[in-house]
């Protein structure tokens, strides 16, 4: 079993930065591919971002690539996410996930899950 908590959201203003953290508990955290979703209102879950269990592979959606960068330490047992450059359109809830058993871009893959933290970017 893995818990995640996330943490880090909040309020930013555009072309700012944000740094999203995502707490993971449990003994094989470090066995699992790590990913970021969010959801805007009124809009579909969106994959952003994801890493492998070693870190050396990452892997990004095209609305962020460049601007967000995603990270893992083990020791830590933690998950961060970079986010620079922000827009307005990066509003959202977003949420960790870990453990994904098909497509990394998919939502429902993935076993676990936190209950996300806001990011709000006003232009």
């Known amino acids: 079993q893995v818990q995640l908590v996330e943490s880090g959201g909040g309020l930013a203003q555009a072309g700012g930065s944000l740094r999203l953290s995502c707490t993971a508990s449990?003994?094989?955290?470090?066995?699992?591919?790590m990913g970021w979703f969010r959801q805007a209102p009124g809009k579909e879950r969106e994959f952003v971002t994801a890493?492998?269990?070693?870190?050396?592979?990452?892997y990004y959606a095209d609305s962020v690539k460049g601007r967000f960068t995603i990270s893992r330490d083990h020791a830590k047992n933690m998950v961060y996410l970079q986010m620079n450059s922000l827009k307005p359109e990066d509003t959202a809830v977003y949420y960790c996930?870990?453990?994904?058993?098909?497509?990394?871009?998919?939502?429902?893959?993935?076993?676990?899950w936190g209950q996300g933290t806001q990011v709000t970017v006003s232009s």
């Open positions: 996930r870990a453990g994904p058993r098909g497509p990394l871009d998919s939502w429902s893959t993935y076993a676990y």
């Open positions: 449990g003994r094989t955290f470090t066995r699992y591919t």
């Open positions: 890493i492998s269990w070693n870190g050396d592979s990452t």
